[in-house]
């Protein structure tokens, strides 16, 4: 399982390895549907996963996303995008990807107009591998992996804003989680290096810009991923 959504009566749940989006009924957990992931017959790898206008979106490491019909499961429409896609945002009408190009250093972000079905790209010397993506209030945050050395060291790694052109790092981070309701981004740093690089936990201000400290987390010993309770603000 890579990513999973709740979505009306049912969880999308992405399952990378088997090429396949899992439907579940939310509440019992009952298999509803499987989706093969496919672009005109063949099987792609779906990534990331988000859900509006009553379809499930689906990243691929294809040059695509994928469109989901949830009333019938099936796949509806696809979308082009750019290089090996991982993160996925919706805005106004729009579908924003964050494609990584595998670590190869030729990252991109794609908008997609989901009314006219073109696509447009962007790319910048400062977004190397991009893997996360989240619109707040108009604003593009992307979260990019950085490089990675002869020897798997990792750098560059952070929160990125994208804005007229601009890419602005707002914090070295390797995950982030975005808090709509309260307008603030979590961050994870623990980047692959040897020796290791302490942990550290922030959080953005996203009205202000203003970096702090968000946790000591030293009972966490390995941490992966990082998220966000919409409602109540709780952060797992």
């Known amino acids: 399982v890579n990513d999973a959504i709740v979505y009306g009566s049912k969880i999308y749940i992405v399952g990378s390895d088997e090429k396949t989006v899992f439907v579940a009924n939310k509440n019992t957990l009952k298999s509803v549907a499987k989706i093969k992931a496919e672009i005109n017959g063949e099987a792609v790898t ?3 996963i988000a ?7 689906v990243t691929t490491f294809n040059n695509a996303v994928l469109a989901i019909d949830t009333l019938t499961n099936t796949i509806a429409d696809t979308y082009e995008c750019g290089n090996y896609s991982e993160g996925i945002a919706i805005h106004n009408g729009a579908i924003y990807t964050a494609d990584s190009d595998y670590g190869n250093g030729n990252a ?3 908008m997609i107009d989901l009314k006219t079905k073109t696509t ?3 790319k910048h010397e400062n977004i190397k591998n991009a893997v996360g993506i989240a619109v707040v209030n108009g604003r593009l945050f992307v ?8 020897n798997w060291n990792q ?9 007229n052109g601009n890419v602005t790092k707002l914090a070295d981070a390797t995950e982030m989680a975005v808090d709509m309701k309260n307008g603030k981004i979590y961050t994870i740093n623990a980047p692959y290096t040897y020796p290791a690089t302490p942990v550290s936990y922030g959080v953005i201000d996203i009205a202000t810009g203003t970096v702090s400290k968000f946790c000591d987390g030293t009972e966490i010993e390995y941490p992966g991923k ?8 709780n952060v797992f």
């Open 108 to 110: 991109s972000i794609s």
């Open 226 to 233: 990082i998220s966000v309770d919409p409602v109540k603000g």
């Open 46 to 48: 779906p990534r990331h």
């Open 51 to 57: 859900a509006d206008y009553g379809k499930v979106f």
């Open 143 to 150: 979260q990019d992996s950085g490089s990675y050395d002869a």
């Open 120 to 122: 447009t790209t962007f």
């Open 155 to 163: 750098s560059g790694q952070g929160v990125y804003e994208i804005a």
